[in-house]
């Protein structure tokens, strides 16, 4: 019964974080930090109801040649954690994606395609405050 609600919260966590990004990235090309989603994506400019939290829900980004890792700030308990981060890239292209037990540590690494040049978006959702972005650049 515990897997099964896990199962259930995690595939909607990537549903909806696939199902909201991955239109907003391709249908523009406007920077996600532009867009104005109160309720629906946070980011460090837009943190809605939940202010303050942006330190420790964003993802944070490492870069290291064509190797990206990110880390989420945040306690993990059975409670209270980040189920899933993605990368994706400018065109809405899912870079990777990697879904978090509580046990785990909210980190990830991902290799980015040979030559890749221009703007990332790096997501991190958790259970309690919702789909936050990170934009940057390599
Ligand atoms: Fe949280």
Redesign the pocket.
Known sequence: MKNRRHFIKTGLAATFGVAVAAPLLGQNHKSLTKLDFPGLIYTRENQGMWKN?AE??LPQIKIDGGKITLTTN?GMSET?YIVRHTLVDSNGKVIGTKTFYPTDEPVSTYTLPEGYKGTLYATSF?N??DFWVNEFKV
């Open positions: 939290k420790s829900h945040h209270h958790c309690k405050h």
